[in-house]
T-cell receptor
Framework: DVKVTQSSRYLVKRTGEKVFLECVQDMDHENMFWYRQDPGLGLRLIYFSYDVKMKEKGDIPEGYSVSREKKERFSLILESASTNQTSMYLC????????????FGSGTRLTVV | GDSVTQMEGPVTLSEEAFLTINCTYTATGYPSLFWYVQYPGEGLQLLLKATKADDKGSNKGFEATYRKETTSFHLEKGSVQVSDSAVYFCALSGGSGGSNYKLTFGKGTLLTVNP
């Protein structure tokens, strides 16, 4: 089975901290994605990457950056955490082409206090 | 651009009831269509998919048919169980309004099944 592993299930950080969320996939997928999920808003795409060192902004990139130095790893960085970034963060990966759909990680619930 | 509209929840059913969750989409071209399920405290799992018109996706007793004429992909199950309680997301990819590898999601429908 394809595995997408997110490093933490629950995380509590203080306002202003720099936060790293890590995601690793083990199936050699080209594409990787970061979403946040909030009640009533569904899933919103933050950033995605279709190749190593390549990245594109999604719908809500403000306050976030990403890093993809290796094919299997895609990191989401909150440069200076704020309380409005308290959310569930979901990482996903896919083969090239939307035909295949995504495989998701279990999510990281981040609370910024 | 591409968009997906799902019926708003929450949906509450008794065990063994018939389930329909409506999903319609807006996209040009020939998108692939998906249903994802999210159980409490977990990430999303692919439930079923269809890649061309009139295809029927099925899994775990759930079915959905890709209807291009009505731009719909409604999810159905003949007899729900308590264990089906979850949030269900309809999604599409490959429409010409979006990139080929990007999924566009509906907002999700919460289903609660009571014993």
């Amino acid at each position: 089975d394809v595995k997408v592993t997110q490093s933490s299930r629950y995380l509590v950080k203080r306002t202003g901290e720099k936060v790293f969320l890590e995601c690793v996939q083990d199936m050699d997928h080209e594409n990787m994605f970061w979403y946040r999920q909030d009640p009533g808003l569904g899933l919103r795409l933050i950033y995605f990457s279709y190749d190593v060192k390549m990245k594109e902004k999604g719908d809500i990139p403000e306050g976030y950056s990403v890093s993809r130095e290796k094919k299997e790893r895609f990191s989401l960085i909150l440069e200076s955490a704020s309380t409005n970034q308290t959310s569930m963060y979901l990482c996903a990966s896919s083969l090239s082409g939307g035909f295949y759909g995504y495989t998701f990680g279990s999510g990281t619930r981040l609370t910024v206090v | 651009g591409d968009s997906v509209t799902q019926m708003e929840g929450p949906v509450t059913l008794s065990e063994e009831a018939f389930l329909t969750i409506n999903c319609t989409y807006t996209a040009t071209g020939y998108p692939s269509l998906f249903w994802y399920v999210q159980y409490p405290g977990e990430g999303l799992q692919l439930l079923l998919k269809a890649t061309k018109a009139d295809d029927k996706g099925s899994n775990k007793g759930f079915e959905a048919t890709y209807r291009k004429e009505t731009t719909s992909f409604h999810l159905e199950k003949g007899s729900v169980q308590v264990s089906d309680s979850a949030v269900y997301f309809c999604a599409l990819s490959g429409g010409s309004g979006g990139s080929n590898y990007k999924l566009t999601f509906g907002k999700g429908t919460l289903l609660t099944v009571n014993p």
